[in-house]
């Protein structure tokens, strides 16, 4: 009982918090999931928040099933076991009742898979590819970019001295507009890497030779982290992605500082004249 109060009142604060709302990165003693940005990622947090019900609702049921099998017929309670060994109606239910659930689930679970898939007409594309191991991305050049450039995670002192989170904070963030739809193309140069943003509700995987696609649209302006979510090598853990949201004018200054800042890039490529079916 030494000091016990301590960590059992940090405990309960901090379970009491919300997680950091809105800043788009994990926070300490976070208990949900990171606060949504995109319709996607809303609609996630919505399915996932009615799984929870049901998968807490059946496993009470079956906890009080269980409790009042040992309570009921044990040995001393009932000496002498029943004989029975088949009951058609409990048979039809207890194979009907949990059919019945899962299709219960199904409808908003395929619904969201369609809705996260099926990609909208993009305003912007750009291209992110995973290499052992930082991003680099590519702004198509028939959408005012033409560039290119890599993105590699700060260390921790040079995190700390820009008072951004360390092993999430990049040199060289993927600067986007707010209210728009990005195509967002996934590519992997080596091994099999992945693009996922938790608070966009984004998770693709950036696979060797295959193009994959994926999208979102927020509203709201910030810095959203994200990591490499496929075990990829030595350093996956240090391969973090930071997308900067600004205003489209903002983005179109951004563009221009950009152009010049990236110019010796040679690598750009028309990236929106790829064919979007090739999902
Ligand atoms: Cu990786």
Not at 34 to 46: C, K, R
Not at 58 to 82: C, D, Q, T, W
Not at 228 to 247: D, K
């Amino acid at each position: 009982m030494i000091r016990l109060w301590k960590p059992v009142v940090l405990l309960l604060l901090t379970m009491a918090m919300p997680a950091l709302a809105g800043n788009g990165q994990p926070s300490m003693w976070e208990m949900n999931m990171q606060p949504p940005v995109t319709e996607v990622a809303e609609d996630i947090n919505s399915l996932h928040n009615i799984l929870l019900w049901i998968i807490t609702a059946i496993s009470l049921f079956v906890l009080g099933l269980l409790v009042y099998v040992m309570v009921r017929f044990n040995e001393k309670a009932h000496p002498v076991p029943s004989k029975l060994t088949h009951h058609t109606g409990l048979e039809i239910a207890w194979t009907l009742i949990p059919a019945l659930i899962l299709v219960f689930v199904a409808i908003p679970s395929f619904r969201l898979l369609r809705f996260e898939v099926e990609l909208p007409k993009p305003d912007i594309t750009v291209k992110a590819i995973g290499h052992q191991w930082y991003w680099s991305y590519e702004y198509a050049a028939d959408q005012n970019g033409g560039f290119a450039f890599d993105s590699y995670m700060l260390s921790r002192e040079e995190a700390v001295k820009a008072n951004q989170p360390a092993l999430l904070a990049v040199d060289n963030e993927l600067v986007l507009p707010a209210g728009k739809n990005i195509l967002v193309q996934v590519l992997g140069a080596d091994v099999i890497h992945n693009f996922a943003v938790s608070s966009f509700g984004v998770r693709m995987d950036a696979v060797p030779g295959r193009l994959n696609q994926t999208w979102f649209k927020t509203d709201k302006e910030g810095v959203y982290y994200g990591q490499c979510s496929r075990l990829c090598g030595t350093n996956h853990a240090f391969m973090p992605i930071a997308i900067r949201i600004v205003s489209p004018e903002k983005y179109a200054a951004w563009l221009v500082e950009a152009k010049k800042k990236f110019a010796s890039a040679d690598s750009a490529t028309q990236v929106a004249a790829l064919p979007v079916a090739a999902q």
